[in-house]
């Protein structure tokens, strides 16, 4: 299966799966990383795998920005999108050319902490304000709406006491990089359909 990632930051679950991908673990192939920062640490992650990286925001763009993506996944056969860590909504085109296959990676068990604001240390910050036992990750298709499309996966993860949104972070994340490639096996062996 061709996998086309986006991205907005480090890249760090992006790069977990192209190394399953390069020990055979995950049949597929990672064939176009697309990010809307320029000086994203995926771009360059891209780059130094020799996959094709592009750098696509309403900067470069404009009013243009879903139909560049759209040509671009589509130039280099993506089958199957995955948002790994990008902050933005996709345009109306895109989900309708890729609708269910486009999946996202969420560092809570949504519906809990999810929503326009929700991302990286916010998440675990408001996990621990409120006081949960447990967190996790989610795997969900991607929609029209910030974390609202079907959950695929979830795995949880403890929070502990004395847990700091930095230590539970690091945590998450750890959980975040097997656990996208597990769920994306799934996927590409039929185990766990999109429809």
């Given at each position: 299966?061709?996998l086309?990632f ?13 190394d399953?991908c ?14 809307n ?15 094709p ?25 993506a ?5 790994a ?6 345009g ?42 447990e ?35 690091r ?25």
């Amino acid at each position: 299966m061709n996998l086309g990632f986006l991205a907005s930051g480090r890249g760090s679950n992006m790069q977990a799966v192209i190394d399953a991908c390069k020990r055979g673990e995950l049949a597929a192939t990672p064939r176009v990383v697309i990010s809307n920062n320029s000086a994203s640490g995926a771009l360059e992650r891209a780059r130094q795998e020799g996959i094709p990286a592009y750098h696509l925001s309403s900067h470069t763009h404009g009013e243009g920005l879903d139909e560049a993506i759209l040509e671009t996944l589509r130039r280099h056969e993506a089958q199957l999108v995955v948002l790994a860590g990008y902050m933005k909504k996709l345009g109306p085109r895109t989900l309708a050319a890729y609708r269910n296959r486009i999946v996202n990676i969420h560092p809570a068990l949504l519906p809990k902490f999810g929503g326009q604001g929700m991302y990286g240390m916010n998440v675990h910050q408001a996990v621990i304000a409120a006081g949960e036992r447990e967190t996790g990750v989610t795997i969900h298709l991607v929609d029209e709406e910030y974390d609202h499309g079907a959950t695929l996966a979830q795995a949880r993860v403890p929070v502990l006491p004395g847990d700091t949104p930095e230590t539970l972070a690091r945590r998450v994340l750890e959980r975040e990089h097997t656990f996208l490639v597990e769920t994306l096996g799934r996927i590409v062996r039929g185990e766990l359909p999109l429809d």
